[in-house]
C-alpha cells in the first residue's frame, strides 16, 4: 500500500473485535510515533498504553453521552492516550516563539496521525478522540504537573468498515499565491 492510499482509505473505526493486538504490532506503532515530525525535534509525547478494562471504563465515562467513540474505549483492546510535555515544543530558553505558543497540539497531532495510518497500515483500527474531561483524564492516567493529555485513540481489529466521508474538492481550499475568498 502506497502512503497516499494508507492515508485515503483509513477511517475511525469505533467498534473492535476481542481478537487482541500483539505486542510487535503496539511496538510497531510506537515507533510511528517516535519518528513523528516535531518542533526543534523535542519530541514532547508521552504516551500511555492502557489494557485493563478498569481505567478503559473510567476514560470512557468522561466523554460526553453522545460521543460515538463511547464504547470505542471501553471495547477496544488497547487505549492510547497521546500526552505531552507544556511549555516544550514552540519555545526557545522557556519563552513562546510563535503567535500559537505551545506547540504541543501540534506536534501531538502528527504524532497521532503517524499512530493512527501505521495501525491502519498493519490491518488495526483507530479512532481518535478529542471529546473528554481532559483534567479528569489526567488524574486517571497519573500524569505529573507540566504534563497534559490531548487525546485518546482505541487501538484494535476493526469490526467495521465504514465508507468514506465527503470530502471538499481541492479546488474548494486550494488557492494560488494569494488567500482569494470563493
Known amino acids: 500500500m502506497t502512503v497516499l492510499d494508507?492515508?485515503?482509505?483509513?477511517r475511525s473505526i469505533r467498534r473492535f473485535t476481542d481478537q487482541p493486538v500483539p505486542e510487535e504490532l503496539l511496538e510497531l506503532l510506537l515507533e510511528a510515533v517516535r519518528y513523528a515530525p516535531s518542533w526543534g525535534n523535542t519530541q514532547c509525547w508521552e504516551i500511555v498504553v492502557v489494557r485493563e478494562q478498569a481505567p478503559k471504563e473510567a476514560l470512557a465515562a468522561l466523554l460526553p453521552p453522545k460521543n460515538p467513540a463511547t464504547l470505542a474505549v471501553p471495547h477496544a483492546p488497547l487505549v492510547i492516550a497521546i500526552c505531552g510535555a507544556t511549555h516544550k515544543a514552540g519555545f526557545y530558553q522557556g519563552q513562546p516563539v510563535t503567535k500559537f505558543g505551545d506547540w504541543l497540539l501540534y506536534d501531538l497531532g502528527l504524532a497521532s496521525q503517524n499512530l493512527c495510518l501505521a495501525a491502519h497500515s498493519l490491518?488495526?483500527?483507530t479512532v481518535i478522540v478529542g471529546a473528554f474531561d481532559h483534567d479528569q483524564a489526567k488524574a486517571i492516567l497519573h500524569l505529573p504537573a507540566g504534563y497534559e493529555?490531548?487525546?485518546?485513540?482505541?487501538?484494535?481489529y476493526p469490526a467495521?468498515?465504514?465508507?468514506a466521508p465527503k470530502r471538499r474538492p481541492v479546488a474548494e481550499f486550494?488557492?494560488?499565491?494569494f488567500f482569494r475568498p470563493r
Not at 149 to 154: A, D, E, H, W
Open 6 to 10: 494508507c492515508i485515503k482509505s483509513r
Open 149 to 156: 493529555v490531548v487525546t485518546l485513540i482505541p487501538v484494535g
Open 160 to 163: 467495521q468498515a465504514p465508507g
Open 174 to 177: 486550494n488557492h494560488s499565491d
Open 123 to 125: 490491518g488495526l483500527g
